[in-house]
């Protein structure tokens, strides 16, 4: 009778333990269904365009300032229904990450934190009637409006890289890449007598964080995933170019570091070239400044980003690198009402004497969606004096090359190794907003210790 009862106390103690866990990790939303105002009933309308990095800590922040009030609404424009966790995208390429642990779902956690949610993309301003239209001639008012449309690729001009280049500037852009090296796999193994080297040479026009990480990718993909599967191809005839303009690669890092991950690309056979600018992309070689053609049809840009295009139609104040031109504030110049933040924004920094604005990051683009969320709510509540001027914090810099080595510069310590790569793991795992995804990665990652990565090519989901 004895052990019954005990066994019963277990059991009913494991299933109430088991439902406060669910509800912990499954909040209910602020608003029920029922109850929620629409966006245009609320007294003041905060809109915020762009649901990444800078837009989604916006108006999270806002709607966390805003909970126990009944006078904001906000609701956010976006053109994908998902924040893109870019520091993670690169691991698509070689099946290390899930492409569906990058995509966090917006609507969730906005609809959760009491704002509303619109998939749409901007297409203008009515600035006179306060008033944004996005594609389908939808409108939508506001009294502040938050602009966080990001940036994209930048081509220099460079004949041939829009035709012939894959880049980096979104999931599917990774899965692109990943797409292409099976490609040239199953290519070539129903190939006859000689195969042509730029088959398998993959170029990466630049060596900053973002084509570091990508060439290493494309060993790994090679290396690990593909090389078992494909017996008949001898994996170092796969040639992986990095190419750099400048002197270095990751020249925004300290030299003991940028030796440190060079070391570990000549390792994986990687070849760099540094001081090497490309001249002209063509859809079998790349034309090197100087008269050097490396013969490859599989071409990767990651050498440029601009601030998003779009915003040209906006009728904003541009400044001549592009981006919204902004006070220190993070109010768009003589546009009462309007913000702007992340890499569509060309933001003072105060650490930089030559004039130099805040980088377009994660990082910054975040910390501007916290000032922007506090310095909306101060000027709706008439409260100037609460106004906050933006100060760029950089907290360091986590490069991963491959899943065993990051080389990380944290608050000034740096470290570079299968520590690092551990370390790179949990910063980016508990940053991940959506808890599905840091579980499901979690899980991945301690599966991916005991099992070879597989990949497949799943036709159709780009244009592979
Ligand atoms: C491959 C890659 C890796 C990176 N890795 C790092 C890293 O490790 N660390 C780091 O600090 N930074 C990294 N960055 C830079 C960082 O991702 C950006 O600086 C940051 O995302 C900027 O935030 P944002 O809000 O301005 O733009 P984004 O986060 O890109 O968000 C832009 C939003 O605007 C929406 N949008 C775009 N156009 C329209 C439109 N016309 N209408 C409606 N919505 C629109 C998009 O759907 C998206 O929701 C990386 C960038 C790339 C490309």
Redesign the pocket.
Known sequence: MGRLLKGSLALGGTVVLLGALKRALNPQPRYAAWEKPGYEEFENKVLV???????FTAAKELTEFIKDREDVGVLV????NF??F??M??GIVSSDIETRNVAQPLRRALITAGASFRRA??TGVDHENKRVTVDGGLEFPYDHLII????QPNFFGIPGVEEHALH??GIEDAERIRNRMIERFEEVSLMRGEIPESKLTFVVIGGG??GVEVASELHTLVHEALAPDYPNIDPHRVRIFLIEGLDNILPELDPVLRRAARTRLVNQRIEVKTNTLAEEITSSCVRLKGGEEIAAENVIWTAGNRP?A?ISDLDLPIDERNGIKVDSYLRVQDRPGIWAI???AAIPNSNEENGRGVP????A?VQEGKTVAKNVLATIDGREEDLEEFEYRPMGQ?VELGSDFAVNEVMGVRFSGRLAAIFWRLTYLTRLNSPQSKAQQAADWILGTLLRPAVTQVRGSSDE
């Open positions: 365009v762009g649901g990444g990095f800078g837009g424009v976006a053109k994908d924040f893109t870019w520091p995208v690169a993309k901007l966080s449309l990001g940036g980096m500037r964080a973002t998003n779009a992340g890499d569509c377009p990051t994660a990082q683009a986590l």
